[in-house]
């Protein structure tokens, strides 16, 4: 979710040159089931624009009239929206609407951490009753330092606290410069993640080459930068070169990304992590045991897109350490 909070801030920040104002709504508590869980969130303009969303899409036109009264009073207020009546989607949503004015030092702490990929924590008190909640709303800690979203909201000593620990956000990192590469970047960009591309100087690429991308680096493998890499990094090796594949392998040996990945067949996998601990016997086995090739799943994918979107499958099941079925086969409620 730090993804979409990323671009509330963005879109807040164009709004307020525009000089208009912005409510952000954030689902603080869930009855049942929804499409969307506690802690989504959206910004709501006062031209009716909305970023993101708290549901499918059968929430927001009601999110949206009812944020009218806190653009005109700037009074943070609780809506419930019962799904079990409306949608038979068996969950009654409890959704807070507040101003949302954020300071310039709080949006600067926020760019900071962001950019230095470190966690932060959002506290939301609220209760669990439709109607005006003055002085509730919504606190952001940033870098050792607490922010409120407006100047209304008071800490409440009696509130309900819905909290959340937001981790950086995902990235992806592509090793290779290919047209394959391109088409991942695409699918990677389009879910929210950074992407980064790894090439190396002789290649002569440029950011450019990868329309949308957070950051080209321009290595040779034996000198890429493996600090940069932490556990909210997906690793995809995809050089198309075998002696490339395995000079990035040397340099990545140490590294603890949340998945990595290999394109190619198996025997082709096989033969390089033979020859890496040829190279190096003493390799932490659970690195190698951790790599996936050939990178993917089965979904019988052809096309540079639909490759795209079996290996970007494999990496969330990874992630989110589930395994792959069918959601008419699962057993247990979906949502």
């Known amino acids: 979710m730090t993804h979409e909070f990323k671009k509330i801030i963005k879109e807040y920040c164009i709004a307020k040159l525009a000089n208009l104002k912005c409510v952000l709504a954030t689902v603080v508590d869930l009855d049942g089931s929804s499409y969307r869980k506690p802690g989504v969130r959206m910004l709501i303009r006062e031209d009716d624009v909305m970023i993101g969303a708290v549901s499918g899409g059968c929430v927001e036109k009601e999110v949206l009239f009812q944020a009218q009264s806190v653009f005109e ?8 929206y019962d799904g079990r009546f409306r949608l038979g989607c068996e969950g009654l949503l409890y959704i807070l609407l507040e ?14 951490v962001i950019e230095n990929r470190k966690p932060f924590e959002l506290h939301t008190s609220y209760q669990k009753e439709y109607g005006i909640l003055d002085g509730y709303g919504s606190f952001i800690a940033l870098n050792s330092k607490s922010y409120t979203f407006n100047k209304y909201t008071i800490a409440q000593s009696q509130a309900l606290v819905f909290s959340q620990t937001m981790q950086p956000c995902q990235r992806l990192l592509l090793i290779g410069s290919e047209h394959d590469t391109v088409q991942l970047a695409h699918f990677g960009l389009g879910m929210g993640w950074e992407v980064n591309v790894a090439v190396t100087p002789k290649e002569n690429k440029t950011i450019a080459d990868f329309h949308g991308i957070d950051r080209l680096l321009d290595f040779k493998p034996e000198e890429f930068p493996v600090e940069t890499i932490d556990r909210n990094t997906a690793i995809l090796l995809m050089t198309h070169s075998y002696v490339k594949d395995l000079k990035y392998l040397m340099r990545l040996k140490n590294s603890k990304p949340t998945y990595l990945g290999i394109l190619g067949p198996i025997k082709r996998r096989e033969k390089l992590l033979s020859e890496l601990l040829e190279h190096d016997m003493d390799i932490d086995l659970d690195f190698i045991e951790n790599i996936h090739g050939p990178a993917g799943l089965n979904i019988g994918a052809e096309t540079p897109q639909e490759i795209a979107i079996s290996i970007l499958a494999e990496i969330l099941t990874v992630i989110r350490k589930t395994q792959p079925v069918m959601l008419k086969d699962k057993l247990k409620s979906v949502h």
């Open 73 to 80: 009073n700037g009074i943070t207020k609780l809506m419930t």
């Open 99 to 112: 101003s949302f004015s954020p300071s310039e030092a709080l949006i600067n702490d926020f760019n900071s």
